[in-house]
Each structure stands twice: as structure tokens, then as C-alpha cells.
């Protein structure tokens, strides 16, 4: 019914910049939010920032200031930039999208996740 593309990562030194990608596509009726959580080796997956469809933005207390979320609402693609990576920004970002499906008179709601990329920070 719905999938999510990501594209972006890779390998940056301590200091640098990455932006990442998410398209979603299929068949759903509405996006109500879409964000980025990321997972490190041996920890639990966090979140890092989302937006609503109003264009309301959160953000993790360890990214903010440094990260910033946007959207493309024609293109249904979320970006995240990241800058002044840290090594401890290093682990596998993967996107998130909260779904409508149905129509107007009934719909129920559904989280998909993208595949994941991997970023890495070296020091």
C-alpha cells in the first residue's frame, strides 16, 4: 500500500555534512507525519525529528541546532540535513511515515519504515 525510499549517508569526518532522503509513494490517502529515527550498534532506536503535516517540527535534544528536517510536499520527500556531525551521530537512520489510508469518510492509520542507511562519523 506504501513504501519508503531513502537515499543519502555514507562516510564524513567529525565536523561535516550529510542530508538525507526519504520518498514516500503508493497508494494512501494522506501523510499525516514524517520523520527520521535512528539505531547505533548495541543501543535502542531513538528518535531524532519529525514533521506533521502542518509543517510542525520536533527535534531530539542531541541533534537540535545542528539538524534540521524539511519537506517537499509535491514530491512527498522528507530531508534531513545534518551538520556538524559528531561521531556519536554514527548508526543506521531510518525513515518513518504515518499514513492515511481509505478516504475521506473512513480511514485507519498505518506506520511504515524505510530501509535504512547507514551513517558513519569518524573522528
Known amino acids: 500500500q506504501a513504501q519508503l525510499v531513502q537515499s543519502g549517508g555514507g562516510l564524513v569526518q567529525a565536523g561535516g555534512s550529510l542530508t538525507l532522503s526519504c520518498a514516500a509513494s503508493?497508494?494512501?490517502?494522506?501523510?499525516?507525519?514524517m520523520g527520521w529515527y535512528r539505531q547505533a550498534p548495541g543501543k535502542q532506536r531513538e528518535f531524532v525529528s519529525s514533521i506533521t503535516s502542518d509543517g510542525s517540527t520536533n527535534y531530539a535534544d542531541s541533534v537540535k541546532d545542528r539538524f534540521t528536517i524539511s519537506r517537499d510536499t509535491v514530491k512527498n520527500t522528507v530531508y534531513l540535513q545534518m551538520n556538524i556531525l559528531k561521531p556519536a551521530d554514527t548508526a543506521v537512520y531510518y525513515c518513518?511515515?504515518?499514513?492515511?489510508?481509505?478516504?475521506?469518510?473512513?480511514?485507519?492509520?498505518?506506520?511504515?519504515w524505510g530501509q535504512g542507511t547507514q551513517v558513519t562519523v569518524s573522528s
Open positions: 503508493g497508494n494512501f490517502y494522506r501523510i499525516n507525519a
Open positions: 518513518n511515515t504515518d499514513f492515511s489510508f481509505g478516504a475521506s469518510w473512513y480511514t485507519e492509520d498505518a506506520t511504515f
